[in-house]
């Protein structure tokens, strides 16, 4: 995600950390397990960051989205079939559901109980289900969906918008469309088809499929199979100018409103898209997806710009008076690689997606004639507030300057240290042993070393979370 220089709104913070299975029980006044060990799953994946969000106790391997959604009425009408295993013996298991009514829910083909509990659809299946069990979820909801009620981050959610809707957000906005497990701890592939009046664009993430046409609605189609975080799915209805065509090999959907300048600052970046990505897999490793693309809204209640899987969305404001901007183009293609394809398992490891985002800039900057890496990197040092970590930033400090800023301070130190040859073995070792995964800090520090044989721990502490100025490499 790249902000357009808003002050973030502070935040109070849900003083929850490091969930233990017994508290989130005795938090959600779950019951305890029955004699046969089956239990209800946790309602929360445990991450302080995103109290509520996320849950327990199953694994999402698919989900297949079947929406319908009418701008005129602002009702979205939706079937989720949500195919997932358990890992423990599930009494009942819940899923994020933000607002919309949910009609019949079944698990494996019997109709399940179900009841809202705020954010929560919360399903007791009539056969409780075995640890490692497959089982596949239908749910059948609809309603007028809402916006994320969090000021932090610009408007997220579902946006109804003049022409048609926008949904996206990070870190999560995926649940006010459709139900699902959202945290990006739990990555799965999606099929989604959405149906809108006809003469409207609906876009989404991945290789376009077939579009069909009935009684004045057309049925976009669209697939991702590669294993995505749910908040980098999004859904784009409206009046889009759509360009479709094919980069090495897959194809490449790119979309502008049609509000915005055909030639204009917008269109002419977006244009850009395939020879940036080309850069950034010299540098990174072959591009992780089997499709690209990029949209730009014209809402300008979307104050960010944000990685959505295979085809980011780009608010307005970063391309206003015409002006051309590829930074923030190879900003959100840099995250294909750092945060779509390797994806944070805790939200406070978010400068491994930022930090390498951001130091992707500096790459394309000097790649595109501007200002070499070198002396960003040292523009940036000597502002930098110190006292403020990269590691654990807080969750009002997600998408602050010491995570994105600091964060690639650290990313060019430890180039610096270990050499441009050994550093990029390091980056495409990183995207292809995680690639598809979740991954931590330790992780990372961990990986770097064996790659280099170097003890690293020391100076990416230094750089990442120590309180003074380290010592320039
Ligand atoms: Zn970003």
């Given at each position: 995600?790249?902000?357009?220089?808003?002050?973030?709104?502070?935040?109070?913070?849900?003083?929850?950390?490091?969930?233990?299975?017994?508290?989130?029980?005795?938090?959600?006044?779950?019951?305890?397990?029955?004699?046969?060990?089956?239990?209800?799953?946790?309602?929360?994946?445990?991450?302080?960051?995103?109290?509520?969000?996320?849950?327990?106790?199953?694994?999402?391997?698919?989900?297949?989205?079947?929406?319908?959604?009418?701008?005129?009425?602002?009702?979205?009408?939706?079937?989720?079939?949500?195919?997932?295993?358990?890992?423990?013996?599930?009494?009942?298991?819940?899923?994020?559901?933000?607002?919309?009514?949910?009609?019949?829910?079944?698990?494996?083909?019997?109709?399940?109980?179900?009841?809202?509990?705020?954010?929560?659809?919360?399903?007791?299946?009539?056969?409780?289900?075995?640890?490692?069990?497959?089982?596949?979820?239908?749910?059948?909801?609809?309603?007028?969906?809402?916006?994320?009620?969090?000021?932090?981050?610009?408007?997220?959610?579902?946006?109804?918008?003049?022409?048609?809707?926008?949904?996206?957000?990070?870190?999560?906005?995926?649940?006010?469309?459709?139900?699902?497990?959202?945290?990006?701890?739990?990555?799965?592939?999606?099929?989604?088809?959405?149906?809108?009046?006809?003469?409207?664009?609906?876009?989404?993430?991945?290789?376009?499929?077939?579009?069909?046409?009935?009684?004045?609605?057309?049925?976009?189609?669209?697939?991702?199979?590669?294993?995505?975080?749910?908040?980098?799915?999004?859904?784009?209805?409206?009046?889009?100018?759509?360009?479709?065509?094919?980069?090495?090999?897959?194809?490449?959907?790119?979309?502008?409103?049609?509000?915005?300048?055909?030639?204009?600052?917008?269109?002419?970046?977006?244009?850009?898209?395939?020879?940036?990505?080309?850069?950034?897999?010299?540098?990174?490793?072959?591009?992780?997806?089997?499709?690209?693309?990029?949209?730009?809204?014209?809402?300008?209640?979307?104050?960010?710009?944000?990685?959505?899987?295979?085809?980011?969305?780009?608010?307005?404001?970063?391309?206003?008076?015409?002006?051309?901007?590829?930074?923030?183009?190879?900003?959100?293609?840099?995250?294909?690689?750092?945060?779509?394809?390797?994806?944070?398992?805790?939200?406070?490891?978010?400068?491994?997606?930022?930090?390498?985002?951001?130091?992707?800039?500096?790459?394309?900057?000097?790649?595109?004639?501007?200002?070499?890496?070198?002396?960003?990197f040292?523009l940036q040092y000597a502002v930098t507030d110190w006292s403020q970590?990269s590691?654990?930033?807080?969750?009002?400090?997600?998408?602050?300057t010491a995570?994105?800023k600091r964060g690639a301070l650290a990313?060019?130190?430890?180039?610096?240290?270990?050499?441009?040859?050994?550093?990029?073995?390091?980056?495409?070792?990183?995207?292809?042993?995680?690639?598809?995964?979740?991954?931590?800090?330790?992780?990372?520090?961990?990986?770097?070393?064996?790659?280099?044989?170097?003890?690293?721990?020391?100076?990416?502490?230094?750089w990442?979370?120590?309180?003074a100025a380290p010592?320039?490499?």
């Open positions: 995600m790249v902000l357009t220089g808003r002050t973030p709104r502070r935040r109070r913070l849900a003083t929850v950390t490091a969930l233990t299975c017994a508290v989130v029980l005795g938090v959600m006044g779950c019951t305890a397990a029955d004699s046969d060990g089956f239990r209800p799953g946790a309602a929360d994946a445990g991450d302080s960051y995103v109290p509520g969000r996320g849950n327990g106790g199953y694994d999402v391997a698919h989900y297949n989205l079947d929406v319908r959604y009418d701008p005129t009425t602002d009702r979205l009408t939706g079937r989720a079939t949500i195919a997932a295993t358990t890992t423990q013996a599930l009494s009942r298991f819940n899923l994020d559901l933000a607002g919309l009514d949910v009609g019949a829910v079944t698990v494996d083909k019997t109709r399940a109980e179900h009841r809202r509990d705020d954010g929560e659809l919360v399903v007791t299946p009539h056969d409780r289900l075995p640890r490692g069990r497959p089982f596949t979820v239908v749910v059948d909801y609809g309603g007028v969906p809402t916006a994320v009620a969090d000021g932090a981050l610009g408007s997220g959610g579902f946006l109804h918008t003049d022409d048609g809707a926008i949904a996206l957000g990070q870190p999560d906005s995926a649940a006010t469309w459709f139900p699902v497990n959202d945290h990006p701890s739990d990555k799965a592939s999606y099929d989604i088809a959405v149906t809108v009046p006809d003469g409207l664009s609906a876009l989404s993430n991945g290789v376009p499929g077939p579009k069909t046409s009935a009684d004045g609605w057309t049925t976009w189609r669209w697939s991702e199979r590669t294993p995505m975080a749910s908040y980098l799915s999004t859904l784009v209805v409206g009046n889009y100018r759509v360009v479709s065509g094919s980069h090495a090999g897959r194809p490449i959907v790119t979309a502008v409103s049609a509000s915005l300048p055909a030639t204009g600052g917008a269109a002419t970046s977006l244009a850009r898209t395939g020879e940036i990505v080309d850069f950034l897999a010299s540098r990174f490793g072959p591009y992780p997806f089997d499709s690209y693309g990029g949209i730009v809204v014209a809402d300008d209640r979307i104050g960010y710009a944000l990685e959505t899987q295979s085809r980011p969305v780009y608010g307005p404001a970063f391309f206003t008076d015409d002006r051309p901007n590829p930074g923030v183009v190879a900003h959100e293609l840099a995250h294909q690689w750092f945060g779509d394809s390797v994806s944070l398992s805790r939200w406070g490891d978010i400068w491994l997606n930022e930090g390498f985002a951001s130091y992707a800039e500096w790459l394309w900057e000097e790649h595109d004639g501007g200002r070499t890496a070198q002396r960003n040292e970590p590691v654990e930033p807080g969750r009002e400090r997600m998408f602050g995570v994105y990313v060019h130190a430890l180039r610096r240290t270990v050499g441009d040859d050994t550093f990029f073995r390091i980056l495409r070792t990183w995207t292809t042993e995680r690639a598809g995964g979740n991954a931590t800090t330790a992780d990372f520090v961990a990986l770097a070393e064996r790659v280099s044989n170097r003890q690293l721990r020391p100076l990416l502490d230094a990442l979370v120590g309180g010592t320039l490499p």
